[in-house]
């Protein structure tokens, strides 16, 4: 909890409001073809042992609960959600987004080789040859090997099954080149670094912009990155990084980078639990509506009540 500038944002208290909105109807779950398709990333790379490596990745359960997530979330909108190729693609992808943001935000010194490996460039070039071979890692600190044969991984085996399919091809690339530029800091909008690695999964799935299943894979993007930054808000605040609920505009405050009290000190009274919880619950209900149109609604509510119930 955050007590500061009359901000107080109960997270379990949030988390199973809600829940409240995502009942899921009486039935069983499968959840087989996830494991396997995390089993065949922990024995193909090493995991979690190779994860370990990076700062705050040293415990057993990280690395194979963030795959299995990606997992899940490519099995949202995968036509035949036992499709493994697909499942371990979206396991493969998550971890990957997830181990090259610790990199960014812990260990800078590593940021510019691993930046260079997985430059746009390279990363089309692997998806268009359908092969892991194009991206390298020897000027690649070896301890963050893992991150680029992760992504080389997953491009070309999503650059074999698109390989007829040109325009999806391109833009994957191009939906690559966005999120990098935002994590580095080279795009105006921070938050695409968040929502965009979602939207590629749901691509991977074979969720098309401009379908209704895209329009559900965008809305629960949205939500999960409003999410993410309602449990981050503490600790993006003390360290001053970009949090949507952190924004300079009306309704929100900005804090002063750099320092706690800083923070505390510039922290306007518009801010209050309140306005993130309704916040929060409009992009759920979205998200859900959005579900509901492309047939999907029992596997997201699934998706989200187990999402949520993590915190609540």
């Not at 073809?33 to 922990?42: F, I, K, P, S």
């Not at 490596?53 to 963030?66: N, S």
């Amino acid at each position: 909890m955050v007590r500061r500038g009359r901000l107080a944002l109960r997270s379990r208290e949030t988390a199973r409001a809600l829940l409240r909105h995502c009942c899921v109807a009486p039935g069983p779950t499968d959840v087989s073809a996830e494991t396997r398709a995390c089993a065949v990333l922990e024995a193909r790379f090493g995991l979690p042992t190779a994860a370990s490596k990076l700062p705050g990745w040293d415990g057993p359960q990280r690395a194979p609960l963030v795959a299995r997530w990606g997992a899940r979330l490519a099995g949202l909108g995968s036509a035949t959600p036992t499709d493994q190729a697909v499942l371990v693609e979206g396991a493969a992808f998550n971890l990957a987004v997830a181990l090259f943001d610790t990199v960014v935000d812990e260990t800078p010194e590593r940021i510019a080789p691993l930046a260079a490996a997985l430059h746009p460039d390279r990363l089309r070039a692997c998806l268009v040859a359908g092969s892991p071979d194009t991206l390298d890692v020897t000027d690649v600190d070896a301890d963050a090997h893992l991150v680029v044969r992760l992504f080389a991984s997953v491009l070309a085996s999503a650059g074999r099954r698109f390989a007829a399919d040109h325009d999806g091809i391109a833009e994957l690339a191009e939906l690559l080149r966005r999120m990098y530029e935002s994590e580095l800091g080279q795009a105006p909008l921070a938050s695409l670094a968040k929502t965009l690695p979602i939207v590629w999964i749901g691509r991977l799935a074979g969720a098309g912009s401009g379908t209704a299943l895209g329009a559900m894979y965008d809305a629960l993007a949205d939500f999960i990155a409003r999410w993410d930054d309602a449990q981050d808000l503490a600790d993006d605040w003390r360290r001053g990084r970009f949090n949507h609920y952190l924004s300079p505009r009306p309704g929100y405050w900005s804090p002063v980078p750099g320092t706690f009290a800083g923070a505390c000190r510039y922290a306007a009274p518009a801010a209050s639990a309140r306005h993130i919880n309704e916040d929060l619950e409009r992009a759920l209900v979205a998200t859900l509506a959005a579900a509901e149109q492309c047939g999907r609604s029992r596997a997201a509510r699934s998706f989200l009540s187990d999402l949520l119930g993590k915190a609540a």
